[in-house]
């Protein structure tokens, strides 16, 4: 920003440096900073993004009253602008530019802004001088209305986004800050304003954001944006890379939640976590654990595998206050540079800083978190326990998995197992029933799509008969993608349980019938999946990320894919599916029989985290899934009947 600025002169002559003051931005890793405030109201309407950027195909898919909460960045952003019109409102000058820190003045900035900042003034005369003025800006997907338009500016009736640079008088100030509070993402607040502030805006912008530098920001709006399938980034970001940090050693305070390995797992190390139970481990079994995992929590180890380790130059170790005599171990001898206690884990960042300092992290923008239930049995490694079958070949095969911190690695060794041939034992109680064969309020029809997805659902691929409800995909010459087809959802979210239905899948090339649980931020799912261009087939998946309830960690492209081999053609008749789905535990049946299970990092953790059941019907943009779309099969269908769920 001193470089860009020193590009730049005042009026005589010296650079914009010298008259520029630097205005620290708030932190969304700042709890406290971001915490409810009179200033901003997190919740708005997706109805305020229609009002600054109109759209029919979200508005095709959402009520205008659908609610959204802003994320932390962005509640950051709006109170970092908040900061800066209270400092303006009370200073001396009567005019200030407002500049956010990635930003860069074409190359004809100059004269533009000296043309609209006189045409400002003349136009302004009466009033006393321009309020507001826009040198930055993005027109709303080319829908911004313009009033009063002239070789130099024009006066925005709406849809202007960003507030990358702005010229506010000490009156514009103090009229922003008694609209208040900022409701919604403050680029989109400011649209409501621009009346009451008489805003204007240069014909060009002579301000622009930086391309060459990552915005760290994140998007309330986006997931509605993909579902309605206005953006679609492929089939999901690519997890990070496996962090370098550690080997790290860590002993927890104990307690009914594990906020200290959920926060390792966010900063992208393979955390395993241990039982009070476990016997203690030699050198050598805690080196061969390290080849696996980054983090070890709660870790048993012998008195001699802890002196040996204190040895060695890269790992790390961390106590939460209290346990710093857990186990014998003798803390005293640890160095400064490779130990640090923390003094308590919970909101609001209390312990990241110290965290992250250890291991050479940067600090994540989420809260710390809580952590889930101990009773989740999260992180831990129960891949040796159970019955497995030997006898036969496995009908499941592995696919590719995703690279990531949360699944383990291709040189684990790592292979999808048959359990022996048993039915698992149910005790629950019934939450839902549906035949399927009449609309009911339990599920709810979705006019919506995905990343990757080929075909927009509506509510025309959506019937019901006396066989069940029917997903129908057709080609689509009117849509904005090729296809149209059908899915639903329950209307409320489920904690673990016992996930049933009658399926007859869609056969046809590039056509994918699924049933799973899924769930955002984090983005944490279950699959079963039937590729129409191999009807013999099964696909189960898992996709985890950490995190607590809403915290934006959505990475997966893959996930961790098995193909089973069911032994008939799923798209000729009716089948009986289970997604028993428990802590530290899924088991996927068919007809009444286990044909796939998997256990906490079985090659992943076991979600832990409440989410909606959903069946759908698409086409699938990835060859690899299900080969490309034979439109010769369209119009093609999947029918679901007897769809249960027990607690």
């Not at 081999?565 to 009716?574: I, M």
Request: aromatic share 8%; net charge negative.
């Amino acid at each position: 920003m001193l470089r860009e600025l020193g590009r730049l002169q005042t009026f005589d002559g010296a650079p914009l440096t010298s008259i520029a003051t630097r205005l620290a931005s708030v932190d969304a890793r700042d709890g406290r900073a971001v915490a409810a405030t009179a200033d901003v109201d997190p919740n708005y309407r997706l109805g305020d993004q229609f009002h600054v950027q109109p759209d029919t195909r979200l508005e095709a898919c959402f009520s205008a009253d659908e609610p959204v909460r802003m994320t932390r960045q962005e509640v950051a952003v709006a109170r970092s602008h908040i900061e800066a019109w209270k400092v303006i409102a009370t200073g001396q000058h009567d005019y200030v530019l407002v500049l956010e820190d990635d930003v860069w003045f074409t190359p004809r900035a100059a004269e533009t802004i000296e043309r609209g900042w006189r045409a400002a003034l003349e136009r302004c005369r009466e009033e006393g001088g321009p309020r507001l003025l826009y040198l930055s800006y993005e027109d709303a997907g080319d829908t911004a209305e313009r009033a009063d338009p002239c070789d130099a500016l024009f006066r925005p009736v709406r849809g202007l986004w960003f507030l990358s640079g702005y010229v506010l008088s000490r009156e514009g100030a103090a009229a922003l800050l008694r609209a208040m509070p900022v409701t919604g993402p403050v680029d989109m607040w400011m649209n409501y304003r621009f009346q009451e502030l008489g805003a204007l805006a240069l014909s060009s912008p002579a301000i622009l954001q930086r391309r060459d530098c990552a915005s760290d920001n994140c998007y309330s709006v986006l997931p509605y944006l993909a579902r309605a399938g206005i953006v679609d980034a492929g089939a999901g970001p690519m997890p990070p890379e496996r962090t370098s940090a550690g080997p790290v050693l860590a002993w927890t305070a104990g307690g009914d939640r594990e906020g200290l390995a959920m926060a390792l797992s966010m900063l992208g190390l393979r955390v395993r976590v241990f039982d009070g139970d476990e016997k203690s481990l030699s050198s050598d079994e805690l080196a061969d654990l390290t080849l696996q995992f980054d983090a070890l929590v709660d870790v048993p180890l012998m008195s001699t595998a802890f002196a040996a380790t204190i040895g060695r130059p890269n790992v790390k170790f961390i106590m939460e206050a209290g346990t710093a005599h857990r186990d014998g171990l003798d803390t005293g001898s640890l160095p400064v540079s490779k130990f640090v206690v923390l003094d308590g884990c919970g909101p609001e960042g209390k312990t990241w800083k110290p965290l992250c300092t250890l291991l050479d992290l940067p600090i994540p923008p989420e809260v710390f978190p809580e952590g889930a239930a101990r009773s989740a049995r999260l992180f831990r490694d129960d891949r040796k326990g159970g019955d497995w079958s030997d006898d036969e070949p496995s009908p499941v095969k592995r696919t590719h998995l995703d690279g990531s911190p949360w699944v383990l690695p291709l040189d684990s060794g790592w292979q999808p197992r048959i359990p022996v041939e048993r039915s698992l034992n149910f005790t629950g109680d019934l939450l839902i029933r549906a035949s399927m064969k009449t609309a009911t309020t339990s599920f709810t029809g979705l006019v919506e799509t995905f990343p990757g997805n080929l075909a927009s659902f509506a509510k025309e691929g959506i019937t019901s008969n006396e066989e069940g409800t029917h997903l129908l995909i057709e080609k689509d010459k009117k849509g904005e993608k090729s296809y149209r087809s059908g899915a639903f959802a329950s209307a409320r979210s489920f904690e673990y349980g016992r996930f049933e239905a009658e399926i007859r899948a869609a056969r046809g090339a590039g056509l994918v019938t699924g049933f799973f649980l899924h769930r955002s931020a984090p983005r944490q799912e279950i699959d079963v999946e039937f590729p129409g261009n191999d009807p013999g087939v099964m696909i189960v998946n898992v996709y985890f990320n950490p995190g607590d309830e809403g915290m934006a960690m959505a990475y997966g492209y893959r996930g961790a894919p098995c193909r089973i081999d069911l032994g008939f053609d799923a798209t000729a008749e009716f089948h009986h599916y289970v997604i028993d789905w428990r802590p530290g535990m899924i088991a996927w049946s068919v007809d009444g029989k286990v044909l796939h299970e998997r256990v906490s990092w079985d090659p992943t953790p076991i979600p832990h985290l409440p989410m909606r059941l959903h069946a759908n019907l698409w086409a699938s943009s990835s060859t690899d899934l299900a080969g490309r779309v034979n439109e010769r099969s369209l119009p093609a269908r999947a029918v679901f009947r007897n769809v249960s769920v027990w607690e």
